[in-house]
């Protein structure tokens, strides 16, 4: 155990999108004793095409509960915002700028504020970025929460729809937990094996039994546990090129122009990575 001062937040917009994007990096983490905790800032209320309501929220927050006993993380916090009506409004800023500095956060994980097609996710990003100046040194912000001494390092999940201006920063190397990145997937079955493949068209082939349902997970979304091009430059940074030949699946993150910075050293000593080993 060699993070266990190390506290990881990650704000996403609707319940499952925590996990796609930074299950790997959750799971690995709280192996290695860190706090880590996962936010979505609306109720999920939209999932589903033939499920609504409260029956649906009530749903998707137990499916939260159980992808956040596979991943082995502190807390998965859904809040009451409903989903499709998410606005970086202050309100919601303050509520953002409360969890992180509750969780004293060092690095909080998001979407980018510049892209997402879907607007919940894109006002995420808006609403991190819009928090990010309010949460370290300055208590008058929201005064019930103690400030933060520093600010955290702030992550950007991938968003290819960017491409080629988004940047793989950073890369983690996700093998050893991709079992249980996908065994939280898999809790998120209204999400996962219900409404995606009706809205993809797909809902005929979705398999019946566990070990085809994982085959499933692994064929339809791939790209967010396969290592792609993208990511291999980071990988090779900061594991060595030899280590990177061999990393098959991994998450990457662009690094924020908001928020600290963190130094390649930092970087690799949170993995536990040392070149000259």
Known sequence: MIHQELSILVIGAHPDEPDIYAGGIAAWFAEQGARVQFLTLTDGRCGHYKESGAALIERRRHEAEIAR??????????????????????EVRQEVIRNICRAKADIVITFHPEGCAHADNRYTGVVVRDAASFIARTPNAVPEVPTLPQSPVFLLMPDYSMKPTYRADVA?????VLGKKLQAWHAHASQFYEFAPWQMGILNQVPDEVEGRMEFLRQYWGSYIHVSEEMKPALKKFYGEEKASQIRYAECFEIANYGRRPSDEEWREWLGISLNK
């Open 172 to 176: 983690i190397d996700i093998g050893s």
């Open 69 to 90: 006993q596979q991943l082995g993380i502190e807390a998965y916090t859904v809040l009451d915002t409903p989903d499709g009506e998410l606005l970086p409004s202050i």
